[in-house]
């Protein structure tokens, strides 16, 4: 299990507040401010759980200490303690948890899910895939907004956007290929069994505490067109979405959230700042090929992190080993999701050297 790191929270939190008391800061970047704010007002509260916490533990310790130690082993002065011990079982269970994020984890992030090899069944399960980060946004209660949907009747590609409380801890375990199998019904009243895979890549918001890639207006290339949606009297008669490209590296973003053109750049140049940020961060790692799964090609041959077999109902995580045969309720994203994902940042630190 993971230790709480009460120390290094302290830490942090020294830090975040010694730059927001600096005025300068609030007057140069706000929105960088606000952030930080938000980081800072979460320590605080979790700083304080844990120290309340730590304090009536030891207290219960001390008068199960004292009873042992004079021989009092009456039920009625031991049995509350015990009592209280317990109740705190599930404080700590959640505080450990915690401990399993680490540092970049409190950031918002950028979510893209893609279609691949099944066609328009692939492009079916991006919605679905849609629908279950949604749910699990509105369980945790964050905020979701779709930056891109790539939608011709079919969905091929979407990105979300989802700010709040560690976004990215813990959707950052749902890089890879996700594969679906699934009964297809044929004409002539026939059906066969079908696999279909969607990738889906994880992309955290630039950090607040170090430099950010710095994007030069020679080096983009910037493209308008309408947004998709419906048709008829919503269609729309103007240019509102933007795809912007990073020319030195290829890479390209699209947002038509908005409806008006200058916010939609504003948040497509934010995600494309995200993306070459992430690209970076993973170069220095030695990981710089994990970045590039916008150009993997997502079929048999890819290992693929989770199974929806949807005919036989069953969820089948290879990376921890987690099972459940609830799948409509793991698709609609309520807290099966969350446990899946627990489970895993659980197997990640089991595997971490002493």
Same mark, same amino acid.
């Given at each position: 299990m993971a230790v709480v790191k009460h120390d290094e929270k302290v830490e942090k939190l020294t830090t975040l507040q010694k730059l927001l008391d600096q005025e300068e800061i *609030?007057? @140069? /970047?706000? &929105?960088?401010?606000?952030?930080?704010? =938000?980081?800072? @007002?979460?320590? !605080?509260?979790?700083?304080?759980?844990?120290t309340v916490l730590h304090s009536q533990l030891n207290n219960a310790k001390e008068l199960l200490e004292l009873a042992l130690e004079e021989g009092d082993y009456d039920t009625e002065l031991i049995g509350p303690v015990v009592t209280e011990l317990r109740e705190h079982e599930a404080e700590l269970d959640e505080m450990q948890l915690l401990a399993l994020f680490g540092?970049? /984890? /409190? =950031?918002?992030?950028?979510? !893209?899910?893609? @279609?691949?090899?099944? #066609?328009? &069944?692939?492009?079916?399960?991006? &919605?679905?895939?849609? %629908?279950?980060?949604?749910?699990?946004?509105?369980?945790?209660g964050w905020q979701v907004d779709v930056l891109e949907l790539d939608d011709d009747g079919v969905t091929r590609q979407a990105t979300l956007k989802f700010t709040g !409380?560690?976004? $990215?801890? *813990?959707?950052?375990?749902?890089?890879?290929?996700? =594969? $679906?199998?699934? *009964?297809?019904?044929? #004409?002539? %009243? %026939?059906?066969?069994?079908?696999?279909? $895979?969607?990738?889906?890549h994880v992309i955290p918001e630039v950090g607040e505490l170090g430099a950010k890639v710095e994007l030069q207006t020679g080096d983009l290339k910037i493209e308008t067109m309408r947004a998709s949606g419906a048709g008829g009297q919503h269609v729309n008669k103007r240019a509102t979405a933007v795809r912007i490209t990073h020319k030195p590296t290829g890479v390209s973003v699209r947002c038509e959230q908005e409806r008006e053109l200058h916010i939609n750049k504003g948040l497509a140049l934010e995600r494309l700042q995200a993306k070459l940020q992430a690209m970076n961060d993973e170069e220095v790692a030695q990981k710089k090929a994990a970045l590039h799964e916008t150009g993997t090609i997502i079929n048999w041959g890819s290992e693929y992190i989770r199974s929806y077999i949807l005919d036989t109902k069953l969820i089948s995580d290879s990376r921890c080993g987690y099972k459940s045969t609830k799948v409509d309720q793991f698709l609609s994203g309520e807290e099966l999701l969350g446990k899946c994902v627990t489970a895993h940042l659980l197997k990640q630190v089991e595997m971490q050297p002493d």
């Open positions: *609030w007057h @140069s /970047d706000p &929105d960088k401010a606000k952030r930080l704010h =938000r980081q800072q @007002s979460l320590l !605080e509260r979790e700083t304080g759980e844990l540092d970049g /984890d /409190d =950031r918002d992030c950028y979510l !893209e899910i893609k @279609s691949g090899m099944g #066609g328009l &069944d692939s492009m079916k399960f991006v &919605d679905t895939l849609v %629908g279950m980060y949604t749910g699990f946004a509105e369980e945790n !409380e560690r976004a $990215f801890g *813990w959707l950052k375990t749902e890089r890879g290929i996700h =594969r $679906f199998v699934h *009964w297809n019904k044929k #004409g002539g %009243g %026939g059906a066969a069994r079908q696999t279909c $895979f969607v990738g889906v």
